[in-house]
Each structure stands twice: as structure tokens, then as C-alpha cells.
């Protein structure tokens, strides 16, 4: 079974820059499509960045576009998510996933494995 953990989360006054990181674990995401979905007070899942298994394809959220860049290191087992121009919007809890395929969805329902997420807090 596959488990994700994040890593990287903090606070930042807007403006600054936060690096994201997920390390898979219990077998390898080589050939799984990976992303970053993330979830504020009171609000639903928010998509934020999706990649193929071999990182040819990308999609960003318009809000996080240009000012995220999502990679991942298939030797390493990791994706990484760096963040700047931090907006006190981007304030949430940022959650890694997996899902069964090589290829993107912009649907959290479409993901398999979850890790248990990493706060974000951008102060203005």
C-alpha cells in the first residue's frame, strides 16, 4: 500500500516562497500521475497542480498559475510543489495524492492514495 507524506508547510508573509514535498513510500509512484489538491476553513477541495507519471504533462489552477511549479523525482519517489508569491488566499491545508493511472485528472475523487497534509499560512 502506497503511503504519501508531506512536508514544507509553514507560515509566510505574502509575498514569500514555501517548497513543498511528497515522498511515497510501501511501493513506487513511478507510473502514477501525482498532484496537489488543498483545502481552506470552511471551504470544498481545491484542485492546485497535477502531473503525469513522467512529468510531460502539467496543469495548474488559474489561481496558482505562474506562481507554482510542481516536479517530481520518479528516482526519489517525490514530487515537489514550489510555491511563490505566496497570497494570504493561498492560505490551506495542502494535500499530496496518487492516483492508479499515468495520467492527470483534475478530479480529487480520481485519487487513489492520500497523504495527511501540510498547513499553509500565508499572513498579509
Known amino acids: 500500500q502506497v503511503q504519501l507524506v508531506e512536508s514544507g508547510g509553514g507560515w509566510v508573509q505574502a509575498g514569500g516562497s514555501l517548497r513543498l514535498s511528497c515522498v511515497a513510500s510501501?511501493?513506487?509512484?513511478?507510473?502514477?500521475?501525482m498532484g496537489w489538491f488543498r483545502q481552506a476553513p470552511g471551504k470544498e477541495s481545491e484542485f492546485v497542480a497535477v502531473?503525469?507519471?513522467?512529468?510531460?504533462?502539467?496543469y495548474y489552477a488559474d489561481s496558482v498559475k505562474g506562481r507554482f511549479t510542481l516536479s517530481r523525482d520518479n528516482a526519489k519517489n517525490t514530487e515537489y510543489l514550489q510555491m511563490k508569491s505566496l497570497k494570504p488566499e493561498d492560505t490551506a491545508v495542502y494535500y499530496c495524492?496518487?492516483?492508479?493511472?499515468?495520467?492527470?485528472?483534475?478530479?480529487?475523487?480520481?485519487?487513489?492514495?492520500w497523504g495527511q497534509g501540510t498547513q499553509v499560512t500565508v499572513s498579509s
Open positions: 495524492a496518487a492516483r492508479r493511472s499515468r495520467y492527470i485528472s483534475k478530479d480529487y475523487s480520481e485519487y487513489d492514495y
Open positions: 510501501g511501493g513506487t509512484v513511478s507510473s502514477n500521475a
Open positions: 502531473i503525469s507519471w513522467n512529468g510531460a504533462t502539467l
